[in-house]
């Protein structure tokens, strides 16, 4: 089974902290995604990564940056933390190769920016 | 722009009775994926069962179907005999054939299963 794992189930930070939410996948996918989920509003993407090294961004980047040196880690860096970036952010990976790849979802770091 | 909408924020089922839960999208795509996710209170969210836009027939996974109108752009969820195990938020996706990651989700359905 693949299993994709978070560093941190709760964090709870100051304003102004610099944070970093760490995924790590071991099924070998090439894609990693981090969303952010907030009540009533779904997922929404903040970044994409297809390979090592290489990102995109998705819906809602601003404010984060992500950084991916090896296949299996995507980390999420939030460079000063805001109290709207307060949320559940929940990290998944896929195959490469078109829409049809499930993707595979961490256990979610709900955090709270104090 | 694609979009999704899941217009129930709730529903409640007996346990062991049927519960449909509703999706509509709108795109001008012919070619496309759907889903649905569900996202138990433990948080996994995890793949329920999926749809090619080009196959007419119905995907179906056990107790889970769906009822996909492509000309409605609808595809709705029906889960029968409901168990207590079901309860979770539920989440309609969808996704281009061509594309690589852009999911676009709908905002979820919290299903309650009454015992």
């Known amino acids: 089974d693949v299993k994709v794992t978070q560093s941190s189930r709760y964090l709870v930070k100051r304003t102004g902290e610099k944070v970093f939410l760490e995924c790590v996948q071991d099924m070998d996918h090439e894609n990693m995604f981090w969303y952010r989920q907030d009540p009533g509003l779904g997922l929404r993407l903040i970044y994409f990564s297809y390979d090592v090294k290489m990102k995109e961004k998705g819906d809602i980047p601003e404010g984060y940056s992500v950084s991916r040196e090896k296949k299996e880690r995507f980390s999420l860096i939030l460079e000063s933390a805001s109290t709207n970036q307060t949320s559940m952010y929940l990290c998944?990976?896929?195959?490469?190769?078109?829409?049809?790849?499930?993707?595979?979802f961490g256990p979610g770091t709900r955090l709270t920016v104090l | 722009a694609q979009t999704v909408t899941q217009s129930q924020p709730e529903m409640s089922v007996q346990e062991a009775e049927t519960v449909t839960l509703s999706c509509t999208y709108d795109t001008s795509e012919s070619d496309y994926y759907l889903f649905w996710y569900k996202q138990p209170p433990s948080r996994q969210m995890i793949l329920v069962i999926r749809?090619?836009?080009?196959k007419q027939q119905n995907a179906t996974e056990n107790r889970f179907s769906v009822n996909f109108q492509k000309a409605a752009k609808s595809f709705s969820l029906k889960i029968s005999d409901s168990q207590l195990g079901d309860a979770a938020m539920y989440f309609c996706a969808y996704i281009r054939v061509d594309s690589n990651y852009q999911l676009i989700w709908g905002a979820g359905t919290k299903l309650i299963i009454k015992p």
């Open positions: 749809q090619e836009a080009y």
């Open positions: 998944a990976s896929s195959l490469q190769g078109g829409g049809l790849n499930t993707q595979y």
